[in-house]
């Protein structure tokens, strides 16, 4: 019978995705429950070393495929790897965090596997061995709670939410390679463009501040972004700011943005429409600086400050650099 | 070129959310109706590609009644010709048994290009797009923020966590469109008129040969409760001037939310 967990690791360019060590991480804690064992997958060329930094968050085993074709992703190889990774350790369910890598990647392994899939999962609850798994629908308007009635079932865990569980103590584990052939690539990445902008990536920020129509204009970035480099933020923003070009497309939160669950959010000038509140209204403490004092971001904000942004603000950085200054 | 888009029927983003007697489904009494706004990307990129490569469009939809008028959107803005996959037994589907019936639909179509929506929203699942490119073996671009094709290459670019990446592949492809990939035109009057008098063509779990598979028994993945989320305490509205307001807060972040 199948069991336990496997979890899909994501690496680029040398480095994994904190998300993915909350999956594993995650992994860990439900195998409790779920039974079995926990194995993480690495992907990739010449991630031998990569591997070797995972067995303190406690999996049972780690699996590396490993050879040039995995260089740079492509959705064929990549899902190659992560379906033999499947069929050579049976697991009963995949893990993965849920990025932009693994909204390409997952669903397409589940399909061949004939299994299903649940994506941006906030909570697990158990029935007996088996998982059940919670996440928000309907832009954060409903919760559904999914039940499986299949040997195999993928999830991918929103970003953020889960906790990395790493142990201090020296933890071994076996590391073994697993063959994996790329087979017919249809389609790879031939380049990667960083983007300017946010140094942190917005989905795994502790701490945003975003800025929406009530900052007045694109002059006023600054502001925000002295307020991020204090409190070592990233820099969110509303949708009408990204239309009105103040500002690129990757740093909209929101349904057509991201999808965000910082530890806090300072939404500076944004009013709190339905489609904003869905990108971060599951972060887990929201400030809200509108002059508007019926402003519905008000009703879904901690501590909310009544006045103009671009007096509250500044001072505000202020107030985080005296604070930083004296610890 | 023969062009297919795939489009959701959803209720409307600014609904309020009630959850239906059952709490497995939400109450779609006096919801709106849309088509999911992801899916007018994947319209407009199909669209502009028969304007540029000539060819014909064809939209198809899973879903009750409320897909009829979806579709009849998808004709007003200009595609061709419309498909309505419904059945009984397709009501409440999963992402996988979505893409399973779509796939059955378009497997004999001969399509060289497949446009979805990144997200239906509601459901809000990414799955639908990856996983018919699976289902019938084609290579895929996923939440794409440009494309172009040239003979049977493309090349699209998407955006991941910091950078941007561009995908080069061979068609027949399945692409999945995010905003910013095109500014999706509006349906004009003579494009409304027209399409009401389009026939929109209905088939059934029969008639794709899939009868019996999509029953509720068979279902991989089900809901098992659905509920509102928990309402968040009331906030705290500060009081005082800017200062004030602001030291209070920064002692409140650090003493009782306990985040800086
Ligand atoms: C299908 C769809 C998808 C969408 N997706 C998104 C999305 O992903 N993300 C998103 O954000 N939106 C999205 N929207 C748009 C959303 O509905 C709102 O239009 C948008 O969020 C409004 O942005 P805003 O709050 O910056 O602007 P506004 O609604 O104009 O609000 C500006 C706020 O600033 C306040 N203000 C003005 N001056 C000051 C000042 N000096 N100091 C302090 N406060 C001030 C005002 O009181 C007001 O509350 C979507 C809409 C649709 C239909
Ligand atoms: N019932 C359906 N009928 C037609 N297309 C669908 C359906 N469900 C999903 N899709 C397509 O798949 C995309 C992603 O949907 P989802 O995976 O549900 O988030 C949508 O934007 C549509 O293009």
Known sequence: MAEGILVFIEQRQGKIRKASLE???????????????VTALIVGKDVKSLAGTLPKYHPH???????????????????????????????????????????????????????????????????????LARRPQFSGKAYTVFEFNSPLAFMTLRPNVFAVQESSNNVNCPIEDLQVAAGDIKARVTETHASAGNKIELSEASIIVSGGRGIKGPENWPVLQNLCDALGAALGASRAVVDAGWIDHQHQVGQTGKTVSPQLYIACGISGAIQHLAGMNSSKVIVAINNNPDAEIFKHATYGIVGDCLDVVPKLTEEIKKLHANN | MKIAVCVKAVPDTESKIAIAGDKKNIDFNGVRIITSPYDEFAIEEALKLKEKNGGETTVFSVGGAEATDVLRDSLARGIDSAVHINDEEFAGLDPLSTAKVLAAALKDGGYDAIFCGQQGVGGDNNQVPV?????????????????????????????????????????????????????????????????????????????????????????????????LPKERPLGRKLDGDADAQVKQLVELLKTEARVI
């Open chain 1, 23 to 37: 999956a594993l991480s995650e992994a860990y804690k439900q195998a409790k429950t779920a039974g079995g064992n």
């Open chain 1, 61 to 131: 085993k780690v699996l590396v495929v490993d050879g040039a074709d995995f260089e740079n992703y492509s959705t064929d190889a990549y899902a190659n790897a992560l379906a033999e990774g499947v069929k050579s350790v049976s697991p009963k369910y995949v893990f993965a965090a849920n990025t932009s890598m693994a909204k390409d990647l997952i669903a397409r392994v589940a399909a061949r596997l004939d299994a299903p899939c649940v994506s941006d999962v906030t909570d697990f609850e158990s029935e007996g061995n088996n998982l």
């Open chain 2, 131 to 227: 996983m018919l490119a699976e289902l019938l073996n084609m290579a895929q671009a996923s939440i794409i923020v440009k494309l172009e094709i040239d003979g049977n290459k493309f090349k699209a670019e998407r955006e991941i966590e910091g950078a941007h990446e561009f995908v080069e592949g061979t068609l027949p492809a399945v692409f999945s469109t995010q905003k910013g990939l095109n500014e999706p035109r509006y349906p004009s009057i003579k494009g409304v008129m027209a399409a009401r008098r389009k026939e929109i063509a209905v088939k059934n779990a029969e008639a794709l040969g899939v009868k019996g598979q999509f029953t509720v028994e068979s279902r991989k993945v089900k809901v098992k409760e659905m509920a």
